[in-house]
């Protein structure tokens, strides 16, 4: 695995790499290394403005070249956001490295884990957390196919959806207590009573009655998190209750 030292180095040279490109205008480190140290297992992630008169697109692939010569890192994927576009990178050692450019002019914090390093940036609002109401909604829907795949047989993806509805009530409860919504990160520190409400809902092995027994157990546990959703919930719960009931003829 990657060192602390590794990672500083990677960054060290990455910011060199951005004080002596004319078309670089502002730099900041974000996600967890930008509130504080992080850990050993931090990733790294720094973004970019690019002065609005270049390409962003001729940056980046400009700085992958040299990125992926210098350190031997492999391009997984890249991810458009707005006007940002990241570009992902596995690093020797496991070391997760985020680049993103923005054009100047919108360059800023979206998001409160950015920690400006040089240049400006402006004023923009946060993004929103995701609404209760979608939250809820994904859940209902991801519980409805996790129930009709167990009755076509469809095992594998039956436990594809029990455990996409489990991450969306489970995501409805960090929204709830004002913990991230998103990729797990509130997870670990929800109450113990909320996470007791979800600890039989992991399928254990991919038969019809053990599938069966974990959707109905998260099916629970997404309406014991209604708090925000009361309307909606209270109109789609008895069709909720349906699917946890045994289906004759089928």
């Given at each position: ?49 690019v002065a609005d008169e270049f390409n962003q697109l001729d940056v980046l692939e400009d700085w992958t070249d040299r990125i992926v010569e210098k350190f031997n890192a492999a391009h997984l994927f ?143 546990g997404l309406l014991s998190e209604t708090h925000l959703v009361q309307d909606l919930a209270l109109q789609v719960e008895p069709q909720l209750q349906i699917l946890t009931a045994v289906w004759e003829?089928?």
């Open positions: 695995m990657f060192s602390v030292d590794y990672r500083d180095q990677v960054c060290n040279f990455i910011l060199g790499m951005a004080d002596t490109d004319n078309r670089i205008t502002s730099g900041a480190v974000v996600g967890s290394l930008a509130l504080s140290e992080g850990d050993r297992w931090s990733d790294l992630d720094l973004t970019f403005a890249d991810l458009p956001s707005g006007a940002s576009i990241y570009r992902v990178f596995l690093l020797p050692g496991c070391l997760q490295f985020d680049l993103s450019f923005t054009p100047a002019s919108k360059f800023g914090a979206t998001g409160p884990k950015f920690k400006l390093l040089f240049g400006s940036a402006v004023e923009k609002p946060y993004n929103p957390p995701p609404a209760a109401r979608d939250l809820f909604g994904y859940a209902v829907h991801h519980a409805l196919r996790a129930r009709f795949c167990i009755e076509r047989g469809k095992l594998w993806q039956a436990e594809y959806w029990v455990h996409s509805t489990r991450d969306y009530a489970l995501n409805l409860a960090c929204l709830r207590l004002g913990l991230p919504s998103n990729n797990g990160r509130g997870y670990d520190a929800l109450p113990k009573e909320v996470l007791d409400a979800f600890k039989d809902t992991f399928v254990i092995t991919l038969e019809k009655n053990e599938l069966q027994k974990a959707l109905n157990n998260c099916i629970k003829g089928m």
